[in-house]
């Protein structure tokens, strides 16, 4: 690899590289790095469209350390696009359960009941073709087409845009659309046509590996040491520049669990904003007492056994953030729905069922470990 850096050194030589050029320069040091460091990962080792598509979308936002377990459950479970298609909601948010934007999955099916209806079953092996289903954007096409049908597309996401901006020492914001869309515009024009798929998949192991976010990029193993303006300008701390995040809006719930000893209580979500339709623990607004809790919900004083306070949790959402206090509310009977009218929205669910039936998603998990 050295002697490629070198080569690549002679070859700016006092012009300087366009930015085509320059990453074309990087082709072939990229592929061979790629060759020898790239991750051994279940989506990789079959790459068919529907296993990279899956794999891609579980990505988003998440960790690939995280996603593992998930990607080869959900294959095992539903092993096809008609699979994921014909499957309940509940299941498929189970199976989703714990992995977060919960959108990702709603989405994926919405797409697999397109790819039925109009594919017959199979994803299209044409990037336009693939924007045009739900969920999926220019970098989830562009892998897709890519690593799974050859197809000479771009699949720049934030890893991509960290290496890009640094080797060509840009200062555009990368939270911006344009910006993306012309480093797809530049990524197009070099990607190899006999190699788009290990292309891509290199360009972002790239950044998950060696330039890596939240930390010091580790430039003396980097294909594109020689020709990175960022390295070669001391600009690594400060490039690639975004503008800074909305600070995240608080909110402070009061979580309740209604248990008797076999049962707690769960209701469904709404079937549109947060978390929609997914199960949670009844919560109110606010930082709650007991007594609140109980009046709240109208529990019947003969079914009332007594009340305790639960430690306090704090969950992350992309632009919010619920502080949670815990409130465990003890009945003294089983509880029959509809004949306890008092109930309104709330079911009693057996508490093996929690981890078996119903989707909780991961903002209750401080909660759920206690019931």
Known sequence: MSELYNRLQVLEGDTPL????????????LLSWYGENARTLPWRESPKPYSVWVSEIMLQQTRVEAVKPYFERFMRELPTVKDLAEAEDDRLMKLWEGLGYYSRARNLKKAAVAACEKYGGELPADYGELLKLPGIGSYTAGAIASIAFGIPE?????????????VLASREDISRQAVKRG????VR???????AGDFNQALIEVGALVCIPGGEPKCAGCPFHSLCLARRRGLTGEIPVKAPKKARRIERRTIVLLETETQVAIRRRPEEGLLASLWE???????????????????????????EELPEAKHIFSHVEWHMRGIRIRLTAPVQAPADGWMGELIFADKGELWTR???????AAYRRLV
């Open 189 to 195: 024009g070099v990607i190899p046509p006999d190699r």
């Open 358 to 364: 119903y989707p909780l998603p991961g903002a209750f």
């Open 183 to 186: 480093m797809e515009e530049l």
């Open 281 to 307: 623990f009844p919560s109110l607004e606010g930082d709650l007492g007991a007594e609140e809790a109980r009046e709240a919900f109208g529990i019947p004083p003969e079914l009332f056994a007594g009340a």
């Open 154 to 166: 771009p699949a720049v996401d934030g890893n991509v845009l960290r290496v890009l901006s640094r």
């Open 18 to 29: 366009s930015p085509e050029e320059r990453l074309r320069a990087a082709v072939r040091p």
